[in-house]
């Protein structure tokens, strides 16, 4: 299996919108002002989850059911910026009818870390 094994990395990059932003803190209910009243730039500042919602698509796209999210939250993102995600996977072990396995995250504006994650979670092997 490819994608699982350690060390391959696996990329996503996304711009979030200004309708991204309401719609998340509708579902959400985290209506702060600095999610909903745009910045002196015009901009909102994206909810830390949503922006969180980048490892989880690459894990999702690998069939990953995590058991553990570990975020750090490093510095504001807001709408119009793209932010690039890494996944790298860090451990991989054959266990029963699957892989438990541990990836490092990191999400990044350029050069700017903005988010960093661990996630540990089980891929099913459907072999």
Request: hydrophobic fraction near 30%.
């Amino acid at each position: 299996m490819e994608k699982l094994s350690e060390g391959a990395t696996h990329t996503f990059e996304r711009t979030f919108t200004r309708e991204d932003v309401r719609q998340f803190a509708a579902v959400s209910g985290d209506t702060q002002e600095r999610h909903t009243e745009p910045d002196e730039d015009g901009r909102l500042m994206v909810h830390g989850l949503l922006t969180a919602t980048l490892p989880t698509k690459i894990g999702g796209d690998l069939e990953v059911l995590a058991h553990t999210m570990e975020f750090e939250f490093r510095k504001p993102v807001y709408t119009g910026e793209t932010i690039g995600c890494t996944w790298t996977m860090e451990r991989v072990e054959k266990q029963g009818d699957g892989y438990e396995i541990t990836a490092d995250v990191v999400c990044e504006r350029g050069d700017d870390v903005v988010l960093t994650a661990t996630v540990d979670g089980l891929v099913r092997d459907d072999s």
